[in-house]
């Protein structure tokens, strides 16, 4: 029995040794496992590039995401897919913080990531994101999913904006040839009608035949433009189960109105064609803080990928419903205030800010961007004068509490905010929101803001690590007069701006699916 217990231990040992100093060869040539990137991504993927998992590939037909694979890869074509973000120059310049550093310094393994998310999310065909960048954080405060601002986009982002629709018109109906745009009831408003001119000029030159169509027209309508010319829109035509006008049949049908007042009939059950942004996506379904729940469920993956708070990245919020007593809405708003001033100064006290914290009270759904409320406290609440409360009083039943972010960019004396523009998963362009009566910590959506185009530098480009901006920058001329200058930071800070505005972009994707009324559940 001994001699064959001295075997077994002997046998042990031996395989033992063995054993560690071939793991040890092993872990000196190849490595005994894999990065702790490749890990979070999936060994499916890094591995074996495969995708074990497509859960959402169908769970949002609506929004035409069930496409060939082949669709995401444009490999081989003399069309190139247009840069992420624009290399843009304006008259804001200023230090690159360690935010915006940290988002520079990992741009490869952003790059990557995205293109990981939009394997398994489809972005909504067109969106504008307001940003808000404080200095010590950079974060959305809104986003559009029925833009009205592509009129500022300058003659030299064009051809960005047109590759970026030729991307998406690929994967939703490659074969489409005509194109259907129901714009909102605002023939007296020259900046939509420039919006819509060019959007259709956008997908023109993408391949496509445009025509616009009105949901209240009874008659074929003449919108005059402010530059000259005019807009023909015809009057809806539904049949038994598609949508188009009389002698057009679109594949497409791109709304640009936001449903506040709900879906008409005509809009609902149309199985044939692509609506784009589905009926969900309107005010009558959406809400404010379901978006800023998905941001922030984009914000904590995204964080983690740089090692960072996502704090830095996203507003805190909270919902409140008010309906029923006055009283008791008063209350629980009060309490929602409370509540996010708290974890906002807690976050101040741990970053040593020394500025106020502030939170905004806005409607959950719409975009009546000047109907907001700045509050320091909830005392506040009973301190407000006639103005601010008969504001108060406006809004609906359902509102949100996000956090306040001051912005520190200015235009001359203006405060102002960047806004983004994306088509499809791409950065299109934007433009610079400037208020000079407002302050840092108020909306600048209200009467009197001005709008101040971003344009290129001489050609696009991405990023340039490692640039710096000058020590100190040069002062500039009013909003409307600024002269674009290029700078170092040009390309860092709005490769930075294009970054969050993407991560809002795909937060909607989030959202979209989660609210589709169509979607399958795959758990």
């Not at 913080?97 to 741009?107: C, D, F, G, K």
Request: net charge neutral; aromatic share 6%.
């Amino acid at each position: 029995v001994w001699v064959q217990a001295q075997g077994v231990i002997y046998t042990v040992i031996i395989s033992g040794v063995v054993a560690l100093v071939a793991f040890k060869i092993v872990d000196m040539v190849i490595g005994l496992r894999v990065s702790e990137e490749e890990e979070r991504e999936g060994l499916d993927i890094s591995s074996h590039g495969e995708t074990a998992y497509n859960k959402y590939a169908a769970a949002s037909r609506a929004t035409a995401m069930s496409r060939p694979r082949a669709a995401h890869c444009f490999c081989g074509r003399s069309l190139e897919s247009p840069p992420m973000v624009p290399h843009l120059v304006t008259a804001l310049t200023g230090p690159l913080n360690e935010l915006e550093a940290r988002v520079i310094e990992s741009m490869p393994a952003i790059e990557r990531w995205f293109r990981l998310e939009w394997m398994e999310h489809t972005p909504p065909l067109y969106a504008a994101i307001d940003l808000r960048n404080a200095g010590f954080k950079l974060a959305p405060v809104d986003t559009d999913l029925f833009p009205s601002s592509f009129g500022y986009l300058t003659t030299e982002m064009v051809p960005l904006a047109v590759q970026a629709a030729m991307a998406a018109i690929e994967k939703i109906c490659p074969e489409a040839k005509n194109l259907l745009i129901v714009p909102a009831a605002r023939r007296d408003n020259a900046a939509y009608l420039r919006h819509v001119t060019r959007l259709g000029e956008v997908f023109m030159q993408a391949g496509l035949n445009v025509r616009l169509g009105s949901i209240e027209a009874t008659a074929p309508e003449t919108w005059p433009l402010v530059e000259g010319g005019e807009l023909r829109v015809d009057p809806l035509v539904r049949t038994r189960r598609r949508l188009g006008l009389k002698s057009f049949d679109p594949c497409t049908i791109l709304l640009n109105t936001d449903l506040a007042t709900g879906a008409p009939a005509l809009l609902e059950n149309i199985h044939e064609q692509y609506l784009l942004p589905p009926l969900h996506a309107g005010w009558t379904v959406r809400r404010k803080s379901r978006h800023f729940e998905s941001y922030e469920e984009v914000a904590k993956k995204f964080a983690k990928l740089l090692g960072m708070d996502p704090w830095l990245l996203y507003p805190l919020h909270a919902a409140v419903r008010r309906e029923g007593d006055p009283a008791r809405g008063q209350e629980a708003l009060r309490a929602q205030v409370d509540n996010v001033l708290a974890k906002v100064r807690r976050k101040y006290k741990e970053y040593g800010i020394g500025e106020r914290a502030f939170v905004v009270v806005k409607s959950d759904q719409g975009n009546a961007g000047s109907a907001v409320l700045t509050l320091h406290d909830a005392k506040g609440l009973d301190e407000l004068d006639a103005a601010q409360q008969a504001l108060l009083d406006s809004l609906p039943g359902e509102l949100m509490v996000q956090e306040g972010v001051p912005t520190v960019a200015r235009i001359a004396a203006a405060a102002a905010e960047p806004v983004v523009l994306t088509l499809d998963r791409y950065v299109v362009g934007g433009h610079y929101r400037a208020h000079a009566g407002q302050g840092a910590d108020r909306t600048l959506a209200a009467p009197g803001a001005e709008i101040v185009p971003l344009s290129f530098a001489a050609s696009p480009q991405l990023p340039r690590p490692g640039a710096r901006p000058p020590a100190k920058a040069a002062a500039r001329s009013p909003a409307r007069a600024a002269a674009p200058a290029p700078a170092a930071a040009s390309p860092n800070r709005f490769y930075t701006y294009g970054v969050i505005g993407r991560l809002a972009t795909l937060a909607a994707a989030y959202e979209l699916e989660a609210t589709d009324p169509e979607a399958e559940d795959f758990e």
